[in-house]
């Protein structure tokens, strides 16, 4: 079993944390003065770990082993939230750059090659994974001409600033890149609720994002008798529990669907709503039952319309995302390394969030673990994982990576 | 039957419409310099009516007629709000002045005393029902030294603006004002839906404002199961499914509850409310179910904490406005007159909309009736009434008038 040093870990996660510091949590927008400076000093750790690192045309931190043959991609985003714990992704970056310095310290291991990286922008302070959709071969020019952050600046001149422009931009080498993992913490509160240290990522969940507009008619709310109003708000109420009853019988255990955001209109206390808006997300690692979620929304939609009296519409607030499904094989050497550090202590699970690894598994067969978060708490200052739990979580992701590695070693000769 | 002038009557409202016209609406807010000018023009009708006109010392345009004895007063307010429909209390004020006028036109009547009042501020620009309020002894001083409007003009520096500074204020004359009458548009739809041409108004109802606040827990809405989260939006969502099952079973048919406003906190579609507010209002023109309403709603948030998860918690927004019963006798006249000019065409209702009558009805016997809203529409450009109907309900309140007159100068002979 690969030895990693957990002193070493630890100490680079939290130098990492020194940048952008918000005690104890930190704020690294993607391509800001701080997240260079952090950017460059990630360069100079892997360049310290033999690898041959560069900050890329679009600001991705990539650490290239100098080994020969196929090559285990670890990676994640060292760029945070306004408000970011300090793990988050940074957490799987500094594993991949740890798993890089064991595999060259150990004679068994060290014709092994781990390629690093720290995908830019990944929270979307310009444009969300413009790293990752750089690296597998996305048309980023248009995004980079048109992005702003909500400051308004644009995301062209951000990597000016930061020197970036005309900066080679690092690509996915097809042959080399056999296999991509990402470790992350939960962000959820799934692992602590059920006492595990260690979850295998089975997929990443597709997401649909809808808005539920009802038309009614405002009114005075003192004068309008109850039996001839027209109100938008209570239409709403009454759809949220129609839809939540009839999401029941489709739903797994694993689906989540959020109404975040509600507006009456023109919201008065002295006016019966003459409009509604609800906006619903729902999520879930299964493609049919998204679909199935959707028609019936659109079911229930149109069996609203047809009782007459407060109208409702239907709108899609963005392209739908589908769900991806991790690599089955990468899933069972996760499986297996989490048995042999922690047995009986992992679990195999979704990710509800997203993550760069769905856009990489497109192209690789990619997989994803996962480590506890107190009180399932992210994007904010107090995020934090236990040390025990952030060691754990690196030495799963070690004894994969050599597994994974061999196994396509031994594959290709 | 006082035969009133059908063709002055709109000829003045007409005129009166002129004054800050946003066709086909009205914009005269309360002590702007366009409300100021149409005050005086209002003045100058009176004082061709023959009464003694002033504009007081808090904007209040009081026609004083020169007959002794009981005096019936008539009135409403003639500021509108930022979007005004042309009549809304407009109307009655005139109604007012056609009566004075008609009423000395005809021997029979001549010696009866109406006084006349267009009441400052009733939409609260600044302080709403300002001038009923000084008119019956309420000390306004502190209002005037404290109140402003949305633009931040201050009332006192208002007043100072229209020369209102220093002015005498009007005040209730007690032994002189018998009574009081306020004609006014209904503002809602239900004598339009009942086909009725006339609304003797039995009572003005009471307000209830509240905010019921849930607290759950903010959370990932991706990463966290449903079963583990503490989502305030739900919660408020399926708290007013409940409220509204309780309140059927204490409601009449005239009792009204609107929850015109929600807030989900943060209010995005990635995040499970942590924070939801609803704003609650009811009214009712009967005190003892306003009370048992609000002792339902604070019932069923006890309840609601009991169960745990989600926390409610019940806040009043503003002093419980208590309902307000108009004069039985004075009813009397008003059906008596409505039963003579449009039989069977009338009903009793209670005004869901407040009036500066509410304020009056402390101190002296009043009335109100109604006239039809073309679709019940109300502070709004687009508010009218049919020629028709805005000429009977004059006729109405003449008739009642004089009856009304005439039968407390026989009661006190």
């Known amino acids: 079993m690969l030895k990693i040093n957990a002193d ?17 949590g930190v704020v690294r927008l993607a391509l800001s003065p701080i997240d260079m400076e952090s950017r460059r000093w990630l360069a100079d750790r892997m360049s310290d770990a033999g690898l041959d690192a560069v900050v890329d045309g679009v600001g991705t931190v990539f650490g290239r082993s100098r080994k020969s043959g196929a090559a285990l991609l ?3 985003h060292t760029d945070t939230q306004p408000t970011g714990g300090w793990l988050d992704g940074a957490m799987g970056v500094i594993y991949g750059l740890e798993i890089a310095r064991a595999l060259a310290e150990s004679k068994e291991t060290s014709h092994l090659a781990v390629d690093v990286a720290s995908w830019s922008d990944e929270e979307g302070t310009f444009a969300g994974f413009l790293g990752s959709r750089s690296f597998i071969g996305e048309p980023v020019n248009e995004t980079i001409a048109r992005a702003r952050n909500r400051e308004g600046q644009w995301l062209k001149d951000a990597l000016e600033t930061a020197g970036l422009t005309g900066a080679p931009r690092v690509r996915l080498e097809r042959g080399r890149h056999v296999a991509y993992m990402e470790p992350h913490i939960e962000q959820g509160g799934r692992l602590e609720a059920t006492g595990k240290s260690i979850g295998v990522v089975t997929a990443i969940v597709g997401i649909r994002e809808l808005r539920v507009r009802f038309t009614g008619q405002r ?14 708000g209570a239409a709403l109420v009454g759809f949220i529990a129609r839809m939540n009853e009839a ?22 206390l002295s006016v019966v709503p003459g409009q509604a808006d609800m906006y619903l997300q729902f999520r879930d690692a299964n493609a049919a039952r998204l679909l199935a979620m959707e028609q019936k929304l659109a079911e229930l939609v149109r069996d609203f319309n047809s009782e007459g009296g407060v ?14 499904t991790m690599d089955k094989a990468l899933q069972e050497h996760l499986a297996n390394a989490s048995e042999a550090a922690a047995p009986g202590q992992w679990v195999r699970m979704p990710s509800g969030a997203s993550h760069d690894a769905q856009l990489i598994a497109r192209h690789i067969p990619a997989c994803m673990l996962f480590v506890p978060s107190i009180g399932g708490v992210s994007h904010d200052f107090i995020e934090d994982t236990a040390e ?24 290709r000769s």
């Open 247 to 268: 999401f029941q019988q489709l739903v797994a255990s694993d689906t989540v669907w959020t109404v975040g955001r509600i507006d009456l209109d023109p919201g008065s």
């Open 219 to 232: 009114n005075h709310a003192g004068t309008t008798p109850m039996s001839i109003r027209r109100d938008a």
């Open 311 to 324: 109208g409702a519409a239907l709108a899609t607030l963005h392209e739908p995302e589908e769900p991806v």
């Open 388 to 411: 025990e739990h952030i060691v754990l979580g690196c030495q799963v992701a070690a004894t994969a990576a050599v597994a994974i590695l061999q196994e396509m070693t031994a594959r």
């Open 74 to 76: 670890i990676g994640s």
């Open 8 to 24: 070493r870990l630890l100490n680079d996660l939290k130098q990492l944390r020194s940048f952008g510091a918000a005690s104890p």
